[in-house]
């Protein structure tokens, strides 16, 4: 239940510290936002471990918990592989859609003929994200 809560105040810090931030108007840095990213992440994964290793409460609970603690734990972490696959898949094609797109758009805008190559690059950018979500779809049929 601890980790539950400490992955739950991680989100709300981080989004409440956002709101607060964008309602004074306050730009901040590259490192402040590595720096809330970072403790976010260790929040967040701090929860998850103290969620998965939770330990029984006695020694009979302990012989009768065991193969399922440990299959809970195993899909437990299938879905955390899951979640890493798209996000990280997601984040990176979102980074590739900005910076591709970006070039496309000035290219556009001196050559209009090149649109169609242009939107090939950003569609392969694009790929890069649902190559992630196979993965999870991959990762999903075998937990199940």
Known sequence: ???LVLSASAVLAT??????MAKRGYRG??????????????????G???TLLRSPAS???????????SAAAASGLGFIGMALATGLACIGAGVAVGSVGSAALGLVGEKPEMLGITLLYVGLAEGVAIYGIVISMLVYTKLG
């Not at 936002?33 to 403790?39: L, N, P, S, W």
């Not at 020694?59 to 603690?69: E, G, I, R, S, V």
């Open 1 to 3: 239940m601890i980790g």
């Open 29 to 46: 840095s590259r490192k402040m936002f590595v720096g809330i990213t970072a403790v976010s992440f260790g929040l967040l994964l701090t």
């Open 59 to 69: 020694a009979a609970d302990t012989a009768a918990a065991a193969p399922a603690a």
């Open 15 to 20: 989004a409440g510290t956002g709101y607060l």
């Open 48 to 50: 998850a471990l103290l």
